[in-house]
């Protein structure tokens, strides 16, 4: 969706309501008290009243949206400037840009990084390559062990060509098998021709993947040059913009769900959309002030 095409189909707050109005209940009405499907109009704008036991549900209740301080269509424009800029925006930019506070913005941005978080629907499938890396100042000898200044991050590439077509990473307390083999089970299809070095921690995760290789760990970013150069520009992104990095998954998953999406770019909003709408409670309870 062009910049164009965003102003002209969201010109103001109610055509922002009418949308949500459509996401939530295009494909049919359900109480969210009662469960029954018939309604008619509530009396707020695009709000729906239920037949059977009178409750009023509006467009943004149970969503992202819902209570959301200031003028929905910014809160529209925030979603549209983090799915389609390739970096996405600091909440700082997002401030001078809609003319909000930027603790404001930063809040906000916070939720919609909550619905960038993967479905887990999509694992990398074909030929994978996983390492694990260290966020943080120094970034070498921890390997499985804790560290309060370091964040132990796994990183997963599915690869295509000389490129890279998806990208998952999670932070992990431990290299060991448990941590290894959860975030390969939830990213990597079984089938999939996944390499990782000889560390130890992958041992036991061969069980689960057949067709999975184990090769001597060289020089780092010696064996595994398309995940290495990933991980680079991911680390040069998060520096780039972030300078307190408190929330490391929710940055990640800001970074790889762009990152996945970048060969449907005119999908991405529409999908970001949905998921503000559709986030399970749990997700709009977990937002920190
Ligand atoms: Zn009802």
């Known amino acids: 969706m062009s910049l164009f095409d965003f102003q002209e189909k969201f010109p103001d707050n109610d055509s922002c309501l009418l949308h949500l109005a459509k996401l939530k209940w295009g494909d049919g009405y359900t109480c ?26 509006s467009p943004t209740a149970g969503t992202l949206f819902h209570k959301v301080k200031f003028d929905l269509l910014k809160a529209f424009w925030i979603v549209y400037f983090l799915a389609t800029n390739k ?19 930063w809040k906000f941005k916070r939720k919609v990084m909550k619905a960038m978080k993967s479905s887990g629907k999509h694992p990398i499938t074909g030929t994978a390559e996983v390492d694990e890396t260290v966020f943080g100042q120094q970034e070498e000898g921890v390997r499985g062990r804790e560290n309060a200044k370091k964040k132990l991050v796994v990183v997963g590439i599915e690869k295509k060509g000389k490129g890279v077509s998806r990208l998952y990473a999670r932070v992990i307390p431990h290299a060991d098998a448990a941590c290894l083999g959860g975030f390969m089970k939830d990213h990597i299809d079984p089938e999939a021709k ?11 995760v ?41 929330d490391l998954q929710d940055y990640l998953d800001e970074y ?18 949905l998921r503000m709408v559709k986030a399970p409670p749990c997700l709009v309870k977990n ?3």
Not at 194 to 204: A, F, I, L, R, S
Not at 256 to 273: A, G, H, P, T
Request: glycine share 8%; net charge positive.
């Open 32 to 57: 969210a008290k009662c469960g029954h499907d018939s309604s008619c109009d509530g009396s707020s704008p695009h709000s729906r009243q239920c037949t059977r036991c009178r409750y009023v549900e």
């Open 206 to 246: 061969a069980k689960d993947f057949p067709n999975m290789v184990r090769i001597p760990s060289g020089k780092k970013g010696h064996n595994f040059p398309e995940l290495h150069r990933t991980i680079m520009m991911l680390k040069a992104w998060l520096r780039g913009i972030h300078h307190h990095v408190k």
């Open 87 to 105: 970096k996405g925006f600091s909440s700082t930019e997002l401030a001078r840009k809609l003319e909000l506070r930027q603790k404001t913005c």
């Open 287 to 289: 937002i920190s002030g």
């Open 256 to 273: 790889c769900y762009r990152f996945n999406r970048s060969f449907m770019k005119e999908r991405i909003f529409d999908n970001l959309m």
């Open 194 to 204: 996944v390499t990782t070095d000889q560390w130890t921690g992958y041992g036991p």
